[in-house]
């Protein structure tokens, strides 16, 4: 299970002590078991989410003479049942209205579980894998320094554009022209060419497309592309009889949403043959 606990930066600073080691908190209505996540959303001046941690021990009482180590709201008798340990921090913090965007309301941030809420915890898990790939090319980029920067640029590739199919196949699941479900099968497609892309676009969900080999590769060279509804366009290069071989209608549509039509702009503009 997964968890956000809230503590207040007014009465506790948490990064000082999480730094240090193991910090308790006081909750004995919840069923908190070892290995569970627990994020923690600070309250007070900042109110974001920068530390993930997982739960060390579970259901037991224990007095701690050390009031630094305690999570809770500074106020009441230092005695714990579950304690954490940081397992990853956030290098841009998950803001409140972040997490409001994404379900937790906000008149209750504190305690929220991942049974009840998962769309949030989907959401905290994306943003540290997008942080993750923000701060691991640097990392292998000094591992393979003395290679060269060809290496460098394939992990960030490889990285990146397994990211990118994951979130592909999670969103639609099947090839938007035709709906071949096989998994293995489907390609993810960027929109805005990954050449021509920026760091962002380059995994940026609303740039990509899930197809078949097929319908990738029509994309691709541009002989289809999609109208401001989302309505397939079909180029004059592609024969009647290879249309239909390549299970082609001029009926097929996808679901253009408002944030991927600047991306769909330009592949009309730019990669479709008229
Ligand atoms: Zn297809």
């Known amino acids: ?34 290995g569970d996540i627990v994020y923690i959303y600070e309250a007070g001046k ?23 180590k305690y999570g809770g709201w500074g106020k009441d008798e230092p005695i ?30 504190s305690v929220t579980k991942s049974s009840r809420k998962p769309e949030v915890f989907e959401f905290l898990e994306e943003c540290e894998a997008l942080d993750r790939i923000r701060n691991e090319p640097q990392e292998a980029e000094e591992e ?13 590739q490889r990285i990146n554009q397994t990211y990118f199919r994951d979130r592909l196949i999670k969103k639609y699941g099947k090839c938007a022209v035709c709906g071949n479900d096989e998994i293995r099968l489907l390609n993810a497609s960027h929109i805005i060419p990954w050449r021509d892309c920026d760091d962002n676009a380059k995994i940026e969900l609303n740039n990509g497309l899930l197809l078949c080999p097929a319908h990738d590769r029509c994309f691709d060279l541009g002989y289809i592309s999609f109208d401001e509804n989302g309505k397939i366009m079909v180029s004059s290069k592609l024969s009647k009889d290879n249309k239909a071989l390549l299970n082609i209608k001029s009926s097929q549509k996808i679901e253009l949403t408002e944030d991927m039509k600047p991306y769909m702009d330009y592949h009309r503009k730019n990669i479709f043959q008229k």
């Open 144 to 156: 393979t320094s003395v290679i060269g920067g060809e290496r460098t640029a394939t992990v960030k």
């Open 80 to 109: 714990f049942n579950f304690t954490v340990s940081l397992d990853y921090e956030f290098s841009s913090p998950i803001t409140f209205s972040q997490l409001v965007e994404h379900g937790i309301s906000p008149k209750r941030i």
């Open 46 to 68: 900042e109110k974001w989410i920068r530390f993930k941690c997982v739960v060390t021990s579970a259901n037991n009482e224990r007095t701690v003479t050390d009031e630094r």
């Open 1 to 34: 299970m997964k968890w956000i606990f809230i503590t207040n930066s007014k009465y506790f600073n948490f990064e000082a002590a999480i730094r240090d080691d193991e910090v308790g908190f006081k909750d004995n209505n919840y069923k908190i078991e070892p």
